[in-house]
């Protein structure tokens, strides 16, 4: 490597934790722009779908369980996605859509099967649960969670285990298609209108059990509705495309990261102050891609910016 190309990768490395390349990517135009965007995407499609291969071979092909299992992994915040996807595991899909029409019992086999009622203080409703909870796990022997399992600090309420799994339970009764439904969404609207989902009567005055609030209505927000758009709706739509060989399921998932706002959190703000911000989902779940594959590993000589910048150097120096 010539001396001028070894100086700008030190150069990218020794920048690459406070995101040194923002400002020449914010200087780009559109189409060179949506040329890096898309080498990152396929770039962090090809590891999620990873994941989904895994989730389908434990789920034995059946796509419907494969679904459920990101959607309860997708649901949790960071902290709680392997203790949510551990609940996935314990009560299968097969036996929610048994009991689907009785919403409640639903939502007996998740609080029971978590572990998370032993929490909290009691009353009509969480007996009622517990109660219905006994009955369904000597029915279809489920063996419940220790709630140590679960991460409750420093959760924002909208965001508590709890309240996630009443929602869950909720989103699972509404109909038996939801995998189908998923595969459809085209738009923001659509994956707001599927997921954002209200939890049953009893909390609206309630955050916790046992405790009653101000009544509010608890919903998954548009912000939750759309991560769960990136994380689980367009992944598993480019997962099936990929596995049935359907392009056009394929070219809807990249279609709806460009629909959906993009992510706000602390690597995006980073980006802005490095000079870009994303435009869509497609473009900030890029950046995440840059940020955490890249960067983070000072692999600037194999990232699609730094290959990018190097062959403008090779060439000046020509």
């Given at each position: 490597?010539?001396?001028?190309?070894?100086?700008?990768?030190?150069?990218?490395?020794?920048?690459?934790?406070?995101?040194?390349?923002?400002?020449?990517?914010?200087?780009?135009?559109?189409?060179?722009?949506?040329?890096?965007?898309?080498?990152?995407?396929f770039?962090?499609?090809?590891?999620?779908?990873?994941?989904?291969?895994?989730?389908?071979?434990?789920?034995?092909?059946?796509?419907?369980?494969?679904?459920?299992?990101?959607?309860?992994?997708?649901?949790?915040?960071?902290r709680?996605?392997?203790?949510?996807?551990?609940?996935?595991?314990?009560?299968?899909?097969?036996?929610?859509?048994r009991?689907?029409?009785?919403?409640?019992?639903?939502?007996?086999?998740?609080?029971?099967?978590?572990?998370?009622?032993?929490?909290?203080?009691?009353?009509t409703?969480?007996?009622?649960?517990?109660?219905?909870?006994?009955?369904?796990?000597?029915?279809?022997?489920?063996?419940?969670?220790?709630?140590?399992?679960?991460?409750?600090t420093?959760?924002?309420?909208?965001?508590?285990p709890?309240l996630?799994?009443?929602?869950?339970?909720?989103?699972?009764?509404?109909?038996?298609?939801?995998?189908?439904?998923?595969?459809?969404?085209?738009?923001?609207e659509?994956?707001?209108?599927?997921?954002?989902?209200?939890a049953?009567?009893?909390?609206?005055?309630?955050?916790?059990?046992?405790?009653?609030?101000?009544?509010?209505?608890?919903?998954?927000?548009?912000?939750?509705?759309?991560?769960?758009?990136?994380?689980?709706?367009?992944?598993?739509?480019?997962?099936?495309?990929?596995?049935t060989?359907?392009?056009?399921?394929?070219?809807?998932?990249?279609?709806?990261?460009?629909?959906?706002?993009?992510?706000?959190?602390?690597?995006?703000?980073?980006w802005?102050?490095?000079?870009?911000?994303?435009?869509?989902?497609?473009?900030?779940?890029?950046?995440?891609?840059?940020?955490?594959?890249?960067?983070?590993?000072?692999?600037?000589?194999?990232?699609?910016?730094?290959?990018?910048?190097?062959?403008?150097?090779?060439?000046?120096?020509?």
């Amino acid at each position: 490597m010539a001396d001028a190309a070894v100086h700008t990768v030190e150069r990218l490395q020794a920048g690459a934790g406070a995101y040194a390349c923002g400002g020449y990517l914010g200087g780009l135009n559109t189409l060179q722009r949506t040329e890096i965007c898309t080498s990152l995407i396929f770039d962090r499609l090809s590891r999620k779908m990873r994941l989904v291969e895994t989730l389908r071979r434990e789920a034995e092909d059946n796509w419907n369980q494969t679904f459920y299992l990101l959607y309860f992994r997708t649901l949790g915040d960071r902290r709680n996605q392997e203790a949510c996807l551990e609940l996935a595991r314990r009560v299968p899909y097969r036996i929610v859509l048994r009991e689907r029409l009785a919403p409640h019992a639903v939502e007996a086999m998740l609080f029971g099967a978590s572990g998370l009622l032993e929490l909290y203080r009691n009353d009509t409703y969480t007996l009622d649960l517990k109660r219905g909870f006994e009955y369904l796990a000597a029915k279809y022997g489920i063996e419940p969670m220790e709630a140590s399992a679960w991460t409750l600090t420093e959760i924002r309420p909208a965001n508590h285990p709890v309240l996630r799994l009443a929602q869950a339970a909720e989103f699972f009764t509404q109909d038996e298609f939801v995998m189908e439904r998923a595969m459809a969404c085209r738009t923001e609207e659509e994956v707001r209108k599927l997921f954002c989902i209200e939890a049953s009567p009893y909390w609206r005055t309630h955050h916790i059990p046992g405790a009653e609030s101000d009544e509010s209505p608890k919903r998954i927000g548009a912000f939750k509705a759309n991560i769960i758009g990136i994380n689980l709706v367009a992944v598993l739509q480019f997962a099936y495309g990929s596995y049935t060989a359907n392009e056009r399921l394929r070219d809807s998932a990249l279609t709806l990261m460009e629909r959906l706002p993009a992510e706000d959190n602390r690597y995006m703000r980073d980006w802005k102050a490095a000079g870009i911000g994303p435009r869509n989902a497609f473009e900030s779940q890029a950046l995440l891609q840059l940020a955490t594959e890249y960067c983070a590993e000072r692999r600037c000589a194999e990232c699609p910016v730094g290959r990018r910048i190097l062959r403008q150097t090779v060439v000046a120096e020509d």
